[in-house]
């Protein structure tokens, strides 16, 4: 850390501020809070699932759908960190509101975490898209590892105050109800994502921009259609979007899954809270050396190691009978799903032009956001026809495989031919 610059350092501690919303809000958390709201207004428990799923849904793809145009847009002088602050602080201000909804309104708290979803999503479309203006192209790599790295180290203290306050609160260790615990969690969550932003806001500005013009919001959408119809010229980009949907929908599968399939093998829940705990702990200091060593040994190659070792992870997965067996399982993920998401994000940084970073990284969040959709119907539907969740988990393997045939056909190089240059892109 003492080796990089205020810039890069900023940057990277928004990685440390805003994974305690990841952990303790969508996954561990907030989920069980929703549902036992849901249930003690007297809703049926398939209800409420089927509302937290259309809630999930219905953010998802509002930020994905908006997500190229607000890119576009951001592309112009002063606009990318004002589109940061937004939705960085609607963000923060409706995961405080959890916190103060009483939690009989499980509908209004159900909207406050929509909001939620649509400012964490938001803020990351053009935090990813800070990147190229922090940092050179001979450290995007390193930088986008450390990140990750201090994602993963940062989530892990406010996920020990939260789940601490609730499990001393079960065990009536401190005078809180569960509910209140749970509430001071979730106030704890928009504390730390706001307070470790400050640097961002502080010290981050966009040095890689198109100039003003009369009418941002009319050309940013005759920009984006010009982009479109000349796909074409950005076969290297496109190629990559295209590997990475397959791949990582392949992660992010087996990362949201992963609580489920440890069910169905007999796991407790208090295991399984250890397991992720542990997961994220394993996973900073690999994250850190996929960088480093991409830096060795290129990026590409690296992402090629990290799809190979998720191909074992399915292969594993079929043969998994035992919690010991669930452990090696967890901590191979461990060794690879930090280094594959950060090299991802610094690869397509190092190919995209970087006046029109925000853009291009507005469709890295749309193939990022839709890769959620096959891979869970995948599992389910082998799960379901074979009757055997560990045949589900196995059927990933053919995501893994179609991306890295695609990846391997991506350009090494960051340097387009002249005939696929990017100076056609405003014409």
Known sequence: MSRMSKQEKSWVFYDWANSAYSILITTAVFPLYFKAAASEAGLAGSASTAYWGYANSFATLLI???????????????????????????????????????????????????????????????????????????????????????GYIGSTIPFILGIALIIFAQQNIFPLSVTVASQIAFAI?????????????????????????????????????????????????FLFLLAYFFY???VHTIITMSTAYGSDLGIDSTNLLIILFVTQVVAAPFAYLYGRFADKYKGKNMLLIGIFVYIIICTYAYFLKTTLDFWILAMLVASSQGGIQALSRSYFAKLVPKENANEFF???????????????????????????TNSGVFSLIVLFIIGAIILIKVPETNQLSPSNSFSSLDQ
Do not use: H
């Open 189 to 237: 969550t928009a504390l730390w994502w706001g307070l470790f932003t400050i640097p961002m806001l502080k010290n981050v500005n966009q040095v890689y921009y198109k100039a003003r013009v009369s009418n941002p919001i009319s050309n940013s959408f005759k920009q984006l259609f010009r982009t479109i119809k000349k796909i074409k010229l950005y076969r290297p980009l």
């Open 248 to 250: 990582i929908d392949g």
């Open 64 to 150: 994905s759908i908006c997500a190229p145009v607000l890119g576009s847009i951001a592309d112009f002088k002063g606009f990318k960190k004002r589109f940061f602050t937004f939705f960085f602080a609607l963000g923060v201000i409706f995961t405080f509101m959890l916190a103060i909804v009483p939690n009989n309104q499980w509908l209004f708290l159900l909207i406050c975490y929509i909001l939620t979803v649509i400012g964490f999503g938001g803020t990351n479309i053009f935090y990813d898209a800070f990147l190229v203006d922090v940092t050179s192209e001979d450290r995007m790599n390193k930088i986008s590892s450390i990140g990750f790295s201090m």
């Open 362 to 388: 507005g469709f890295y969040s749309i193939f990022y956001k839709f890769a959620a959709i096959l891979g869970p119907f995948l599992v389910g539907l082998t799960a379901q026809i074979t009757g055997n």
